[in-house]
Each structure stands twice: as C-alpha cells, then as structure tokens.
C-alpha cells in the first residue's frame, strides 16, 4: 500500500470515528445544541421538558409595541394595573423589560382535575437581587438542586401547592411549580439526551411539526392536546360525549395594526374532520347573518377563511386595523 | 512429503487486495466517485446554510422539515436509489474487465496464485475503497442536515448506524453481483445500467414475486426511514411495496453476495480471455 492510499485510509477511518464518537455521546451522554444548529421555536425550548400538554410562545416586546395594543391601551386606560402590581412585587417592568415569554403546562396524571403543573419561561432584563429579596419578603427560601439556585415558596389552600423561581441564565427567568422547574433543570443539564430519561419538547416530534408550522410569520402562537385537556376537565358525560374528536389543537396569532391568525384543530380521523368543518361552517353563516349592517363586524365575519385537509380543519382571520378603529369610535 | 508451491487463494488475494486499493483510489473512476458522492454533501452544506442564515429556514409546503425526514429523503432518493447501484454497476463490472481491456489480465494470470483470489483481492478492494468513500459522506450529511428542523443528532443516530449497515450491504450485494456479470458478459457496463436502473425500478414498481429477483427489494427492507411520496412512481411503490423481513433480507443479500461471488470465481478459473490485438 502506498504512502498516500495509507493517509487517504486514516482520513477516511478518522472522519468516521469522530463522527460515531460524536453521535454516541449524543445518544448515551446528549449534547448541547450547537450555536450553529437552529431548532423551530424559540431557544427556551430546550428547557421544556418533553410532553408539555400546552406550549405558548409570545413576543411580548413587538406586541407591547404594536399599533394594536397602543388603541386598546388608549381605548381601556385601566388596564395597566395589572403591570403596575407585577412590577411593585418582582420589579419586573412588562413593557420595557420582557422580550419573551414560553410558557407550557403539564396534566397531573394521578388526578383527573386540571391543576397540573407548569412553567414560564421569561427572557429580558431582570433585577436578580431586587426579584430575590422580594421573593424572600414573600416567604420564599432558597434551595439548591443540582447546582441551580431556586427561590422556593410554598402557596396553602385546597390543594397546597410550591412554585419556583430560578435564573436559568442571565436574562432568563424561569417561574413555575416546583416539579416542573426541577425538570427543566434536569433537562437542561442532560443536554437533550433520550438515553437519561429527561428529553426535552424538541424530541417530541409530533409536537414540534406543529410548532414548525407556526413559527414564522406570527409573535404569538399555542399549541396543546386537546384530549388530554379534556380528560383533565370535570365536564359532564353528556357535554363531554358531543365533544369533536380533535387530538391537537393550535393557535397563531401577528398582532400589529390588526389581527392576523389561524387556528386550528387535527382531528383522529377524516370523519371527525368533516364534522368539525360543517359545524364551523354553520356558526359562520349564522355570524354573518348576525352581523347584519354593522360594517365592523361585517369586515370582520368577511376575514374568516375556513380550510384544512383530510384530518385538520383550520380557520384563519384578519382583522385590519380599521376593524379596530371603528369598534373604538 | 511435498507441499503445493501456489500460495493459499485468501493469502493471494490479500496481495492483490493491497495492489488493487490503491489502483481503484488513484484511478480516473475516483473523479466520478468523488462528483457522484460530493454531490449530497454540497446539497447538505447549501441545507445547512440556508437553515443557518435565514431565520425561516428551509422550507417546504409552508413549514420546516425536520432534519431527520431531509436526512431520510436524501437517504433514498440519493444513496439507495443512484449512488449504491451505480458504484456497483462501475466498480464491480470492471473489476475483471478493465484488465481485459488493458490487456493486463495476462500478468495476473501468469502469476503463481490461484485466478479465484485475484477476483476476491480486487473485490475486496472495491468494498473497502467504497466504503471508506460513502460512509464518510453519509456521516458528514448528517451531521450537516439532522440537527436543522428541529431534530437532534442524538433522536437520529440509531438510524444512522443502521444506514451504515445497510449501504455496506448493499455494495457488498451489488458489487459482488456485477463482478460476476463483469466476467461473464462481454459489454458487463451496459447490462449493469440497464438491471440497476430498468429492471430493478420496473420490476419492484410492479406486483408479483419477479421483485425477489432484485437485489433493491432486499436492500429497500432494510432502510429505517420512510419512503418519500415525491412522486407518482414513488407513491405506486409505497402501494405495491412488499416488505420482507429484515432476518430475510439479510439472508437473502448473503446469499446474493456468496453466490455471485462463487459464480464469479468460477468463471474467472475456467474462462479464457482472449485478447483483443
């Protein structure tokens, strides 16, 4: 063999090597997303543990700023008290400090009720040591897990519950129930890996096709299983017998000088589907009966497009500024 | 007591083994190798690129593919459909015809060693030189296009070693396949093309049991990613697709190679290569 067969051999052998090695530790030990990799959705997914029953996203920042909010804002100016009480209790200014927000709930699978358990995750600019020491005020002690700092507070009543809060990173707050906070935890620290037992949402694949579809183009967006929901909630049998068989369920919204969005529903079968759209269809023609001559909600009714495919029904708005400004005059 | 002076056929075949690789390397086939296997890399690092740069990413029909379905896609349309059986069809034919052709057949076969073990040493060779040029390129696209969409390389990575395991099979099975038909036929090239790209596609589109006699109805059995519905010819497939069970596979691909290559051999012992002046 000669001299150059000989390197072309090693190269070939060690190209093959780093890449099995590389791909074994992935799967044994897992990895950290490479700055180079982009997954769909925001980079905070990486925290949120596989099989979150709800997962929402919004960019809080384009919508504060938003024409749309700017009317509503000046149309009801009551209606920042809300955002005046959070930023007396963390120092959290919602307009100017939050770019962010992913937030994702978890069923309780030994119960049948609703409260699960949940999680927000925050991005900006946050005042640690203001947040903390008002955290303590309110009863809040700090606990290590696995090296992460969480600010742990307990909250009585019925059903006695512990929420908490950790820095994740810097400008990265994550508040939530306990549970669930110490999954991100695990999460995080397994990078990804499904051999830990702690994957993240990112392998949850059916999940994530939703969340591809979403991404661009819309600054809110949720996506959720709605039989599980609905398994969770205390509906009477015969409410809960009439209820379409639909298994995901999304909404996407842009938000600027109108309302942009879809929603939509993936039903079990093709048949539950159809019924699905010729029930919606209905409560259209029945809205644009309605809407008579208001030319508001006329526009409005005009805006919804009704659509889908074989297992999927989907209606989409669009709601123009006008819209708005007419409402408000 | 005396000892048969000819050396053993394996032994033989690993010296033409070592002569061959680096022939079959350095040769001016390497070139369309190269082109035939840099092209899914280059498709993979413009994926990739497109995913890094643009916010949107790649998209298809509105939304992002996962990385792992773009992985799967390139996986069977570019290696198991094109690249598997055309390096079979170039390399295994001319694994005796090119020495017929250069008409330096006859310096092998004058040597003290069996005729068997210059087949085996050069097919050896063909495996090793292939394989150490697809798998390469397979890792490299997927590295490059798996963690886009959405995917990450740990989800993905018991398939690519399946892959790895598949594609090695299915050159072992081509190559042994078409070696046999290189020292057969006398125009081995044109019979090859026309069973990897006529009678394969046609007879596997096809129901009935004639697409057992295919080496693509095995390998396709192997493959872990689902089948692309690209085309009307790829959704005709899906409807007539057959699946024999891997352990059947596997078996039925051994005996493809064993067979071809004893069939091989003993063509190669008893033939006489007449030399064209």
Redesign the interface.
């Known amino acids: ?2 001299a ?2 000989r390197y ?2 090693i190269v ?2 060690l ?2 090597g780093v ?2 090695g ?3 530790v ?2 044994y030990v ?2 950290p ?2 700055p ?6 925001p980079p905070e997914l990486q925290y949120v543990p596989r099989d979150a029953a709800i997962l929402a996203f919004a960019n809080v920042q384009e919508i504060m700023h938003s024409d749309l909010r700017q009317k509503l804002h000046q149309a009801v100016p009551g209606g920042e008290n809300g955002q005046a009480e959070l930023q007396t209790l963390t120092g959290i200014n919602l307009e100017t400090d939050v770019l962010r927000v992913v937030a994702c709930a978890y069923p309780n699978a030994s119960t049948t009720n609703m409260s699960g358990d949940g999680m927000v995750l925050a991005t900006g600019t946050f005042d640690e040591t203001k947040i903390e020491a008002l955290m303590r005020e309110h009863g809040a002690q700090v606990e290590d897990y696995k090296g992460t700092r969480l600010l742990v507070t307990g909250v009585s009543g019925t059903q006695p519950r512990r929420f908490a809060l950790s820095f994740f990173e810097p400008g990265l707050v994550a508040l939530g129930t306990s549970d669930i906070i110490r999954a991100a935890v695990d999460v995080h620290r397994s990078g ?4 830990s037992g702690t994957p993240s949402v ?2 949850n ?1 059916e999940l ?2 939703l ?3 979403l ?2 183009g819309n600054n809110a967006w949720a996506v959720g299983r709605f039989d599980v929901l609905t398994s969770h909630a205390k509906l009477p049998p015969n409410i809960s017998t009439q209820l379409p068989a639909i298994t995901w369920f999304s909404v996407a919204a842009h938000v600027n000088g109108g309302l942009r969005g879809t929603l939509r529903a993936e039903t079990r079968d093709a048949d539950a589907a159809k019924n699905l759209h010729d029930v919606i269809n209905g409560f259209l023609a029945l809205g644009r009966m309605q809407a008579g001559s208001r030319p508001a909600i006329q526009a409005m009714m005009q805006s919804l497009q009704l659509g889908g495919d074989e297992k999927s029904v989907s209606l989409s708005f669009d709601v123009p500024a006008q819209v708005f400004d007419a409402i408000h005059h | 007591m005396a000892t048969d002076p000819r050396p053993r056929t394996l032994t033989s075949a690993v010296r033409v083994f070592d002569l061959s690789l680096g022939q079959m390397l350095w040769s001016r086939r390497s070139l369309f190798l190269g082109v035939l296997l840099g092209g899914p890399v280059l498709l993979a690092v413009a994926l990739r690129a497109v995913a890094t740069v643009f916010p949107a990413g790649f998209r298809v029909n509105g939304a992002e593919p996962a990385g792992a379905s773009v992985f799967g896609f390139m996986i069977w349309l570019l290696y198991i459909r094109i690249i598997i059986p055309l390096l079979g069809v170039f390399y295994g034919t001319a694994l005796i015809a090119d020495e017929v052709d250069d008409k330096t057949i006859t310096y092998l076969f004058t040597r003290p060693i069996p005729r068997r073990a210059v087949l085996l040493g050069k097919y050896f060779a063909y495996l090793v030189c292939t394989v150490l040029l697809v798998l390469p390129s397979v890792m490299l696209v997927f590295f490059l296009v798996v963690p886009t969409g959405g995917t990450t390389i740990a989800q993905v990575f018991p398939s690519l070693v399946s892959d790895f395991g598949m594609l090695i099979a299915g050159l072992s099975a081509y190559g042994a396949l078409f070696a046999f038909v290189g020292t057969r036929i006398k125009r081995p090239l044109i019979v090859g093309l026309v069973f990897a790209f006529g009678w394969e596609p046609a007879v596997v589109l096809s129901p009935g049991y004639l697409k057992r006699l295919t080496v693509a109805y095995y390998l396709q059995a192997l493959v872990r990613h689902e089948q692309p519905s690209d085309s009307p010819v790829s959704m005709l497939l899906q409807v007539f697709r057959e699946v024999p069970s891997v352990a059947t596979s596997l078996v039925a691909l051994a005996v493809i190679v064993l067979l071809a290559l004893w069939a091989a051999g003993h063509a190669v012992e008893h033939r006489e290569y007449v030399l064209e002046q």
């Open positions: 063999m000669t150059r067969t072309f051999v070939s052998l190209v093959l890449g099995l590389t791909g074994l992935a799967y897992g990895i997303q490479s180079f990799s982009r997954h769909a959705g990804d890996n499904p051999q990112l392998g694949e994530m096709t969340v591809r579809g991404d661009t």
